[in-house]
């Protein structure tokens, strides 16, 4: 049984910061994939950026140049750093892994951040 973990999440004032982290317990191959989506009030859950087991990145337009994911594949650990962050990024994040090599997908409980002045 696969288990994801969020922590970081919390309250900021614009152009403030935070880092997200995700500790995943179980077996989730060396290949996998992990990455971060998020869900805004009254909206969809959409990806923010993901990584591979070979350490390829892919963001989202409105991460590009503000929001830094990174693994720690002994750990199997997520982080994403996230700077100069606006009220357009509040909403729940959540951790996203597909294992390997069955690509099951599998999704933390979520950590809320709120960007307000």
């Known amino acids: 049984q696969v288990h994801l973990v969020e922590s970081g999440g919390g309250s900021v004032q614009p152009g403030g910061s935070l880092r997200l982290s995700c500790a995943a317990s179980?077996?989730?191959?060396?290949?996998?994939?992990m990455g971060w989506y998020r869900q805004p009030p009254g909206g969809q859950r959409v990806l923010v950026a993901l990584v591979t087991g070979g350490g390829e990145a892919v963001y989202a337009d409105y991460a590009k140049g503000r929001f830094t994911i990174s693994r720690d594949n002994r750990q199997k650990t997520l982080h994403l750093q996230m700077n100069d962050l606006n009220p357009g990024d509040t909403g729940v994040y959540y951790c996203?892994?597909?294992?390997?090599?069955?690509?099951?997908?599998?999704w933390g409980q979520g950590t809320q951040v709120t960007v307000s002045s």
């Open positions: 179980g077996r989730i191959g060396d290949n996998n994939r």
């Open positions: 996203h892994v597909q294992s390997f090599p069955t690509w099951t997908s599998y």
